[in-house]
């Protein structure tokens, strides 16, 4: 009868530790617990310098400040011929439903390339290639790679060296708020949730009479609109 009691009491100490480990069994890998955790406690993003495809140098806290905007961020490579191009492919229909929306003042979308080879001439035939309208989409790379991992530590995205000059890496939709902190990561395949995800967020604050263009001082927002 002992036993059973002390087995027992060893099941129930081992359920709450794993009660309090999950968040009450509301996740169950490190991962989903690390989303959760963002999305209750927003996490500012690290200081780092980033380049534009048309080669100016801007620092991405103060960009995504100065913009108020949400953004969309993701990350990857330009020479990626697999993940990186499917990655763009849902991306360009998020642009496609921001602008059909009317959302374009309201919600940005930018892809960082953590490849310390792509320039601004890499970048700007990038976004060419992926049809970017660049007052929605911005295409940017590290112009200091030092910078490059604390940025990448903070998104949970992991680049690993591989064979021929590529890398290999995971990738998903995060939500970023104008104040410049990194508030929801959601899958790639669904990008219905991540536009969903950053009206929410944009949502929550007032619209913007006035935003300027990237980069730039402030000017009328005014563009005129238009399924993930």
Same mark, same amino acid.
């Given at each position: 009868?002992?036993?059973?009691?002390?087995?027992?009491?060893?099941?129930?100490?081992?359920?709450?530790?794993?009660?309090?480990?999950?968040?009450?069994?509301?996740?169950?890998?490190?991962?989903?617990a690390r989303r959760q955790d963002v999305a209750r406690h927003p996490r500012a993003i690290p200081a780092a310098e980033v380049l534009t495809g048309d080669? @100016?140098?801007? #620092? %991405?806290? /103060?960009?995504?400040? +100065?913009? $108020?905007?949400?953004?969309? &961020?993701?990350? *990857?490579?330009?020479?990626?011929?697999?993940?990186?191009?499917?990655?763009?492919?849902?991306?360009?229909?998020?642009?496609?439903?921001?602008?059909?929306?009317?959302?374009?003042?309201?919600?940005?979308?930018?892809?960082?390339?953590?490849?310390?080879?792509? @320039?601004?001439? #890499? %970048?700007? /035939?990038?976004?060419? +290639?992926? $049809?970017?309208?660049?007052? &929605?989409?911005? *295409?940017?790379?590290?112009?200091?790679?030092?910078?490059?991992?604390?940025?990448?530590?903070?998104?949970?995205?992991?680049?690993?060296?591989?064979?021929?000059?590529?890398?290999?890496?995971?990738?998903?939709?995060?939500?970023?708020?104008?104040?410049?902190r990194l508030a929801r990561i959601l899958d790639l395949d669904d990008p219905g949730l991540a536009l969903r995800a950053a009206e929410d967020e944009a949502g929550r604050r007032p619209a913007p009479a006035?935003?300027?263009?990237?980069?730039?001082?402030?000017?009328?927002?005014?563009?005129?609109?238009?399924?993930?």
């Amino acid at each position: 009868m002992r036993w059973i009691l002390a087995l027992a009491l060893a099941l129930a100490a081992g359920l709450g530790a794993l009660y309090g480990l999950t968040g009450g069994f509301t996740v169950l890998t490190a991962e989903a617990a690390r989303r959760q955790d963002v999305a209750r406690h927003p996490r500012a993003i690290p200081a780092a310098e980033v380049l534009t495809g048309d080669g @100016r140098v801007l #620092d %991405l806290d /103060r960009e995504l400040r +100065r913009d $108020g905007r949400v953004a969309l &961020v993701n990350f *990857f490579y330009t020479r990626c011929l697999a993940l990186c191009l499917a990655q763009g492919s849902l991306t360009e229909r998020l642009q496609q439903a921001i602008e059909a929306r009317g959302l374009q003042d309201r919600i940005r979308l930018i892809s960082i390339s953590f490849d310390p080879r792509d @320039r601004a001439p #890499d %970048l700007a /035939r990038y976004a060419a +290639r992926m $049809g970017a309208d660049p007052a &929605v989409w911005q *295409f940017l790379s590290f112009a200091r790679p030092a910078q490059r991992d604390a940025v990448l530590a903070l998104f949970g995205i992991t680049v690993v060296p591989a064979p021929l000059g590529e890398f290999e890496h995971n990738a998903a939709f995060h939500v970023v708020t104008p104040d410049g902190r990194l508030a929801r990561i959601l899958d790639l395949d669904d990008p219905g949730l991540a536009l969903r995800a950053a009206e929410d967020e944009a949502g929550r604050r007032p619209a913007p009479a006035d935003r300027p263009a990237p980069g730039e001082p402030g000017r009328p927002a005014g563009r005129d609109a238009g399924g993930v």
